[in-house]
């Protein structure tokens, strides 16, 4: 497999071709079908060719979430910070929108459709909770347009317009399931998580795994975030 380095990376995801190579989920089928044909990812296509390159940055700055999240933007900006410095993309510089969710889906959809229709980035680096990233989704594959996921999530979907960079529970829980059950054979699981999104999912995989294998749950909790 070829190697992207950050720059090539970036590039790739900031170019119609590059958004139909990176939108594909692993093992997802291919088409030959641009998408320039669709308003959106011609606007996005315009955008990149100005006089710089728009990118969307979309966490929550406040509320319960912002205390995992500011520093993601940290991350993020201090990135494209180091990339303007060496010389930008395709010789532009990127230039960052960013916008406050606010710990809210409904206040993630608002700004990721403003984000998109009105300040015309080319791509968007955001959300953190499953709940803000399934409230946003919609609007993505509506308007044909790329999310960069940053963390790890519960599976069970697959877009071709979000970028997940996160490992799923195939590639985290159900080893550690494994692990588990040659470790310590024959003892029942006990489940405990928050209740949301990630864990209701995570625990549902982990009943189904463990009744295969011959493993027994005898309780669980779920706690209010």
Known sequence: ??????????????????????????????????PAASPEATTAATTASGESIKVGILHSLGGPMAISERSVVDAEQLAIEEINKAGGV????????????????????EKAKKLIEQ????TVFGCWTSSSRQAVLPTFESKNHMLWYPVQYEGQECSK???????????????????LLQKYKGQPFF???????FPRT????????????????????????
């Open 1 to 34: 497999m070829t190697q992207f380095g950050r720059r090539e990376f970036i590039i790739l995801g900031s170019t119609t071709a590059g958004s139909l190579l990176l939108k594909s989920c692993a093992g997802g089928p291919t088409t030959s079908t641009s």
């Open 90 to 109: 395709l010789g532009k510089q990127i230039e960052t929108i960013v916008e406050d969710g606010n710990s809210e889906p409904a206040t993630f959809t």
């Open 119 to 122: 300040d015309k980035v080319v």
């Open 161 to 179: 317009n979000i970028f997940y960079t996160g490992a799923a529970p195939n590639q985290q829980i159900e080893p550690s399931v494994d692990w």
């Open 191 to 197: 489940l405990v998580g928050s209740d949301y999104v």
């Open 202 to 225: 995570a625990n549902t995989i982990i009943k189904a795994q463990l009744a295969e294998k011959g493993g027994k749950v005898v309780g669980g909790r779920l706690h209010s975030p």
